[in-house]
């Protein structure tokens, strides 16, 4: 049986060896933003794009009821078939786009998220408009405040408010003191 050989360690330019690498894995905190250097650039996140029957429609919802400023927009032969968004809060930004004669406009699987601090309050506007509410706002088992609606597509949006635990991991043992529930069932 041969015997494994040493790897032999090569020295610098200056003649020198280099110092031994040590590798310590260092918990992040919970909320600090990690980055993956793929070497082509960091990864931002843009916008969201909706498909819509009626751009016009949703633009309505969207700036009217949820309060989005309108960055820009397109006509087509008269017709609104796009418009780019801010959201009232933050750079944060959607944009509209007609979908065309029978392509489905529903999204299994997304939901659009958007956090606003007087939730209840911002609800009950909401509701004053006529606008209906799928669930009205209530304390989820991890610590954020939750309401659910539809936009005029369908679209499902949680309104929310997070707070100073939004970029934190959740909150599950506040969640039960304050619901007073098992969460283990």
């Not at 894995?25 to 990864?43: E, F, H, M, Y």
């Not at 309401?147 to 679209?155: I, K, R, T």
């Not at 408010?161 to 003191?177: D, H, I, L, P, S």
Request: with cysteine.
């Amino acid at each position: 049986m041969k015997k494994p050989m040493a790897k032999k360690v090569s020295a610098n330019r200056n003649g020198k060896r280099p110092a031994k690498r040590t590798v310590v894995k260092q918990r992040r905190p919970a909320g600090t933003k990690v980055s993956v250097n793929l070497g082509i650039g960091k990864l931002t996140f843009n916008h969201a794009m909706i498909y819509v029957k009626d751009v016009g429609r949703a633009l309505c919802f969207y700036r009217d009821l949820l309060g989005f400023k309108l960055i820009e927009d397109f006509h087509y032969e008269g017709t609104p078939v796009y418009a780019r968004m801010c959201a009232p809060g933050g750079d944060g930004t959607i944009a509209l786009h007609h979908a065309g004669p029978g392509v489905s406009v529903s999204s299994d699987g997304v939901r659009l998220y958007f956090e606003v601090r007087d939730l209840d309050d911002f609800c009950n506007k909401l509701q004053q408009k006529g606008f209906y509410i799928t669930k009205l706002p209530r304390m989820m088992p991890w610590g954020w405040r939750h309401a659910y609606l539809n936009d005029p597509d369908g679209h499902e949006i949680s309104l929310y408010w997070a707070g100073e635990n939004r970029m934190k991991k959740t909150m599950m043992k506040a969640a039960r003191k304050t619901l007073n529930i098992d969460l283990k069932s």
